[in-house]
């Protein structure tokens, strides 16, 4: 039997619960298709902070790197606000991703049939459905460029530094162009060439790797035109491919037109089959230990990872095929609609998994 081997960060707020079910999930879809799980629990964020006193502890990332893969709930929450910005929880996710060479973030916009009439968006507009893939740099860019803090004019002024080099340009268009080819094979690239000398070299950059992919179709678009049209003509865009804090903002407003936060998974890939999941959303302090979490992307990213770490296609795609099921059947409180069952969240992944088998 083929055994993986996986670093389990729960991490705080909701992560704990939502990872649970999630693992019941991993494990249901182990009995089905013959492969078992190898848990290693270890802390990151806010609980290692309160443990340890750092948000990422070096036996935490030493164990990451012999792992196959890592899956991650959420981390942060109120109580470490205060904390200076290298010491709070998401210092811990920064330094992961880059520990591990996380360069490329996916993260899938879908809407799922039974949950339509979530999405903001008009029906006229979703058409048939929605499904984007963004793809979007992690480890460069603003949020891992020189910073600090200086006097101009004798008042206190504060800079962040945006900077890609061409080989991790190259690499992250070469990771969407082969998104693309297993998909649509259309590819929009995102920037904001006509006023950053970054967004010029990288819109340069990718223009060059297209010529190894002559099958895919590449256009370019502004970010704040792509933000428009994401809302104006969702169904027009298959894989997208930008920049970190580019990225950041644009799956976050995708996430709301698919309908929910609580439905969206992701995916962030090294060179070969590394990989950490985790749900997009947030740790919700306010709600944590209530039961009310919705945990199916948290479902959803563990079937993210079966596909794209360990090659397990078919029982991703059950996982996925039972997450739609258990839609037509029954809600947790965030999406919640009169005519289904109210239900928890270990309820609900209980519900995957009777589906599922």
Not at 101 to 109: D, F, S, T
Not at 265 to 275: E, I, N, R
Not at 334 to 341: A, K, L, R, S
């Amino acid at each position: 039997m083929k055994e993986y081997n996986i670093v389990v960060l729960k991490g705080d707020g909701i992560g704990p619960e939502i990872v649970d079910e999630a693992l019941k999930v991993l494990d249901a879809a182990g009995d089905k298709y013959g492969f078992k799980f190898n848990y290693d629990y270890r802390l990151m964020g806010g609980c290692a902070i309160d443990a340890t006193g750092e948000p990422l502890p070096q036996e935490t990332v030493d164990a990451c790197k012999v792992a196959d893969c890592v899956f991650l709930g959420a981390v942060g929450g109120p109580k470490w606000d205060t904390l200076p910005g290298k010491q709070r929880p998401e210092a811990g996710l920064l330094g992961i991703r880059g520990a591990l060479g996380l360069y490329a973030n996916l993260r899938p916009a879908k809407i799922f049939e039974p949950l339509k009439s979530a999405s903001p968006i008009k029906d006229s507009i979703i058409g048939d459905g929605l499904d984007i893939m963004i793809v979007r740099e992690l480890t460069g860019g603003i949020y891992f460029g020189e910073r600090g803090r200086r006097e101009v004019d004798g008042s206190p002024a504060a800079y962040d530094t945006e900077m890609y080099s061409v080989p991790e340009i190259e690499r992250i268009a070469r990771t969407a162009f082969n998104m693309a080819m297993k998909r649509n094979k259309k590819l929009t690239s995102v920037d904001k060439a006509n006023v950053l000398e970054s967004s010029r070299l990288w819109r340069e950059t990718v223009i060059r790797i297209s010529a190894e992919f002559p099958e895919v179709e590449l256009n370019h678009m502004y970010v704040d035109n792509c933000a428009m049209q994401l809302v104006r003509n969702p169904g027009q865009f298959d894989v997208i491919v930008t920049s970190n804090i580019f990225g950041d903002i644009l799956s976050d407003e995708a996430s709301m037109i698919s309908g929910s936060i609580g439905m969206l998974a992701s995916a962030s890939l090294a060179d070969g089959k590394m990989g950490l999941y985790e749900p997009i959303h947030g740790s919700a302090p306010d709600i944590a230990g209530q039961q009310k979490a919705n945990p199916l992307a948290t479902i959803l990213s563990a079937a993210m990872m079966l596909q794209y770490s360990f090659d397990e296609k078919d029982a991703a795609k059950s996982i996925e095929d039972a997450v739609n099921e258990a839609l037509t059947k029954a809600r947790t409180p965030d999406i919640y609609e009169e005519g289904f069952n109210k239900v928890t969240t270990s309820e609900m992944g209980d519900l995957v998994v009777s589906l599922l088998k």
